[in-house]
């Protein structure tokens, strides 16, 4: 993939050449963490579905991702956002995974230590939760391999 390209231009790409037509949400959709709306067919019927794309972080982004649980404004992180499949991005794919499954595994699974106090660093953050200093933003690391374990997970190759 050509390097000038954003994660964003990337992924159309590759949605165009799956198929896919691609529109903008609407402001009151973007404010309620949709990026793109994907309408294509799936089984012969139409379908519409919303996406949030997760930029990869540039460090252990093959093994670890963020999840937002409370944003920096004071509101409720994109885990509880209006997308119907947040899309993560590796070096070398994007990975579908519905957010209301990911929410419900998150919840099920107790391996995010809500029992624990908050972890002064961001990178101590691997299943604990982080809180920057003066900010209310709540977030956790969670493994990539544990979002491929989750039910209909969809990954998509940039090559």
């Known amino acids: 993939m050509p390097s000038n390209k954003n994660y964003k231009s990337i992924f159309v790409d590759l949605a165009k050449k799956r198929g896919y037509v691609v529109h903008r949400p609407s402001f009151n959709e973007k404010n309620n963490n949709i990026d793109l709306i994907l309408e294509g067919q799936v089984n012969g019927k139409p379908k519409k579905v919303t996406v949030d794309i997760k930029k990869r972080n540039s460090k252990n982004a093959n093994q670890w991702t963020w999840i937002e649980y409370e944003n920096s404004k004071g509101g409720q992180g ?82």
């Open 78 to 159: 994109w885990i509880y956002g209006s997308a119907q499949f947040i899309v993560f991005e590796t070096p070398k794919n994007f990975i579908f995974v519905n957010r209301k499954k990911l929410f419900n595994w998150l919840a099920s699974s107790q391996m995010v230590r809500w029992d624990l106090p908050y972890v002064a660093s961001p990178w101590l953050a691997k299943y604990r939760l982080f809180r920057r200093a003066g900010s209310t933003e709540t977030i956790t690391q969670i493994k990539i391999d544990d979002i491929l374990n989750i039910q209909d997970v969809q990954v998509w190759s940039k090559f």
